[in-house]
């Protein structure tokens, strides 16, 4: 890992993810765990960054990927929505597949699976172009796809200092999604489906860099510690929260270029201002880290919730291009900040890994049912403005589960004493 993620001071954890009351904690482990976790090794740590990158690649392009499905093949706005929510719900299975077989399995097999279903897939997806087999094929892609970006998160999750490894994740993740958004636009069907496949391939060389099981020293640091943290269900409701939060980012990201051209905004600017908030994402990261060092965690996480719902819910008005830019931006910059809370709260609850490997699967569950919504909510001619509605109910509802919990739990400081 870059020397700037091992020499940070440590950070301090969430209450939502804080051990139980009056014990103090930090995001680290001791010094030796650095120097003998395997996580840490800059390789390990650059293939799991890679990784995660490669498979959320679809996930985030998908503003894209639907306008090529819309203009090449010719799918209507809800059969899109469709073959998105497919593609998610192979990612949601291949995670939870991974969640049950990280413990015991050997993860360098559980990569090798999971590119071989992704290139097969793919690679299929050039022949059948129909629906139907668009739809099947994409489930497959996206089962591939789980099993391998779980092994890479929860990588990222076992470093011993999660919080900031997944900073440095979504600020990779950041430039990659601003470049795929320039790329992707300009690429035949064919072209799309061939990036994919070469960017699994890429990693082939590199999976030996990635332990083949949990070291042991990291299961016993987690046995260790078992008796002061909160109970590992308390990292299955961040899970959760995850999934809910993810309905609003499926739905809206699906969405947006197609209701801006239906709102009138001429559809090459409006994949231009996609393109070009994503950066935005960048001040996400570093606000997050900010915010990390400087104060507590629950109520910037509840405060960015509310600015979320006010960001997707003023499209349910009226999609001007003031709103539409303000709302671009503004959601760019708010998801990625409540990312690295969500995600580095989780790793931090359950250091088993078993937790961690499950958030892609939480992502794309959230990003399945998302577009799925979509889809009935605009076959039933309710419009995109229902959507936007979906959207802001769905960020109203993760608000109210970190709001229950901050309020159960407000007696008790961010370093766990009173």
Not at 168 to 191: D, G, K, R, V, Y
Not at 383 to 397: N, Q, Y
Request: hydrophobic share 55%.
């Amino acid at each position: 890992m870059a020397k700037a993620v091992l020499t940070n001071p440590p950070t301090r954890v969430s209450i939502l993810f804080n051990p139980v009351k009056g014990q103090p904690v930090n995001d680290t482990t001791t010094s030796s765990s650095v120097t003998t976790n395997p996580f840490d090794r800059r390789r390990t740590f650059a293939l799991s960054l890679y990784m995660t990158l490669v498979g959320y690649s679809v996930l985030v392009a998908l503003p894209a990927i639907n306008s090529a499905w819309v203009a090449q093949l010719g799918f209507t706005e809800v059969q899109v929505n469709r073959v998105a929510s497919a593609d998610l719900l192979g990612l949601f299975l291949g995670s939870v597949a991974t969640s049950f077989l990280i413990r015991t399995g050997n993860r360098r097999f559980i990569i090798y699976t999971g590119i071989g279903l992704a290139i097969i897939a793919n690679g299929l997806c050039m022949v059948f172009v129909d629906y139907q087999g668009t739809l099947l094929l994409r489930v497959g892609a996206g089962f591939g796809s789980g099993l391998y970006t779980a092994v890479a998160v929860a990588g990222l999750g076992a470093c011993s200092k999660p919080r900031e490894a997944f900073n440095w994740m979504l600020l990779a993740f950041a430039i990659s999604q601003f470049l795929e958004l320039q790329l992707i636009p300009h690429l035949t069907m064919n072209e799309i489906y061939g990036f994919f496949i070469a960017t699994y391939v890429v990693t082939l060389p590199f999976v030996h860099w990635m332990p083949a099981r949990e070291a042991e020293k990291i299961n016993a640091d987690a046995a260790a510690t078992k008796r002061v943290q909160r109970p590992p269900v308390v990292a299955w409701i961040g899970v959760f929260a995850i999934v809910i939060a993810y309905i609003n980012i499926g739905a809206y990201w699906s969405n947006i270029e197609l209701a801006a051209q239906a709102g009138g905004l001429d559809g090459a600017w409006a994949s231009q201002v996609v393109a070009w908030s994503v950066l935005l994402s960048f001040f996400g990261c570093f606000g997050a880290m900010f915010v990390l060092r400087k104060f507590d965690y629950d109520r910037p996480l509840i405060f960015t919730f509310c600015l979320m719902v006010l960001a997707v819910g003023l499209l349910a008005i009226e999609v001007t291009a003031a709103i539409f830019v303000f709302s671009v931006a503004a959601f760019n910059f708010l998801w990625i900040f409540i990312d690295v809370y969500q995600m580095g709260g989780v790793s931090v609850t359950d250091r088993s890994g078993s937790a961690a490997a499950f958030i892609p699967g939480a992502q794309g569950l959230g990003q399945m049912l998302g577009p799925l919504a979509a889809s009935f909510i605009l076959d039933a001619g309710w419009g995109f403005d229902a959507v936007f509605v979906l959207c802001a109910i769905a960020a109203a509802l993760a608000l109210m589960i970190y709001g229950l919990i901050y309020i159960k739990y407000r007696h008790i400081s961010v370093a766990g004493s009173h």
